[in-house]
């Protein structure tokens, strides 16, 4: 049913009905019509036939600043074309094209081709590279961004990097180690003054034992980058213990390390940032006792809207993981 065919029902059911009451006054009340509308309506019916209660079709109304299908096309061509540039950034690149418009403007028709995200603009161009070439991409298949881990049980990959925290005036520079379950997402953070040594790592990965064992959590296998803290002589002395595996993402590729990557951009934007707006910092130990009691709320309380975990928190996913390894060795 369209929506002429309701307007024209109602408009016919109005005049039935006033004609069966015998009261204009009582049946506009009754259908939210004033009795001028009626009585406009009722002429019309009657030179020209119920049909004439039809709506008129409305023409599109000319906007001047209206786009131009060219332009429409040029920016959905470029924004695929340069899919991680949001439309700000595109603005430069429209204008060597011949378009002049606002950020606003482009981001609206982005959105109404679906378009509007980052995300999204990279999952069509892995499309558009499928279909113009046959190569079909790691982000055509499992997303926009190419890659993702996955481990059955809880401590089979632990996903290990090192973030920088900055330059503290008094302290000098902070680094952050990280170790995130990949299974889980279960995380653990340790701080430190100074250089990110193969033995800072090493002492670091005795801590993720002792944490993960808290957690109920054996580590099996951790997957590191090839920083020099990780490929150092103290550290795989200690990783190569028995029955630990230690795997190490290909050069230049750290969407291979995702897990921790993502980990770093949720502690920085929910964290550090608004910790060091509060005050100044002159105590790593202070900074460190509020990051982990951040870092108790994250693994406990804190629901991840990823793909992956889907509203759930780290703990969360470790009892289900279990009710399932317990449904399976029944």
Same mark, same amino acid.
């Given at each position: ?9 109602r ?24 009795p001028?509308?009626?009585? +406009?309506? $009722? =002429? ?6 119920? @049909?004439? #209660?039809?709506?008129?079709?409305? /023409?599109?109304? &000319?906007q001047?600043?209206a ?7 040029v920016?959905?061509? +470029?924004? $695929? =074309?340069?899919p991680?540039?949001?439309?700000? @950034?595109? #603005?430069r690149?429209?204008?060597? /094209?011949?378009v &002049? ?25 892995? @499309? ?29 990959v ?55 064992r ?12 090839n ?39 949720t ?5 550090f940032?608004p ?14 006792r ?22 759930r ?18």
């Amino acid at each position: 049913m369209t929506h002429e065919s309701i307007v024209y029902d109602r408009r016919v059911r109005l005049i039935e009905y006033a004609a069966r009451v015998g009261n204009v006054a009582e049946a506009c009340r009754v259908f939210g019509v004033s009795p001028s509308t009626y009585y +406009e309506w $009722i =002429t019309k019916a009657e030179q020209y036939g119920l @049909s004439a #209660l039809l709506p008129r079709d409305r /023409r599109q109304p &000319h906007q001047p600043n209206a786009m131009s299908s060219e332009e429409v096309a040029v920016i959905l061509a +470029e924004a $695929i =074309t340069r899919p991680t540039l949001g439309p700000k @950034s595109l #603005l430069r690149h429209l204008r060597a /094209r011949g378009v &002049h418009r606002s950020a606003s403007g482009v981001a609206k028709v982005l959105r109404r081709h679906q378009l509007g995200t980052a995300r999204q603009r990279l999952a069509q161009l892995a @499309s558009l590279t499928a279909a113009e070439s046959g190569l079909v991409t790691n982000a055509a298949m499992h997303g926009p961004f190419g890659f993702c881990m996955y481990a059955s049980t809880a401590g089979q990959v632990v996903s290990m990097d090192t973030f920088y925290v900055g330059r503290l005036k008094g302290i000098g520079a902070v680094w952050q180690l990280t170790a995130v379950d990949v299974a889980t997402r279960v995380a653990v953070v340790q701080l430190i003054v100074g250089d990110k040594t193969a033995v800072v790592a090493a002492g670091f990965l005795d801590h993720l034992k002792k944490s993960l064992r808290k957690h109920g959590i054996k580590l099996e296998g951790v997957l590191t980058d090839n920083g020099p803290e990780f490929v150092g002589k103290a550290f795989q002395t200690r990783v190569t213990e028995p029955g630990l595996v230690h795997h190490r993402i290909p050069p230049r590729s750290p969407n291979h390390n995702s897990v921790c990557e993502r980990f770093h951009g949720t502690v920085l934007h929910e964290f550090f940032r608004p910790h060091f707006h509060r005050g100044r910092v002159d105590d790593v130990t202070l900074l460190d006792r509020s990051l982990q009691a951040w870092l108790i709320d994250f693994n406990q309380h804190r629901p991840n809207h990823g793909d992956y975990m889907a509203g759930r928190t780290p703990l969360e996913v470790k009892k289900q993981l279990r009710r399932r390894i317990r449904k399976t060795a029944a």
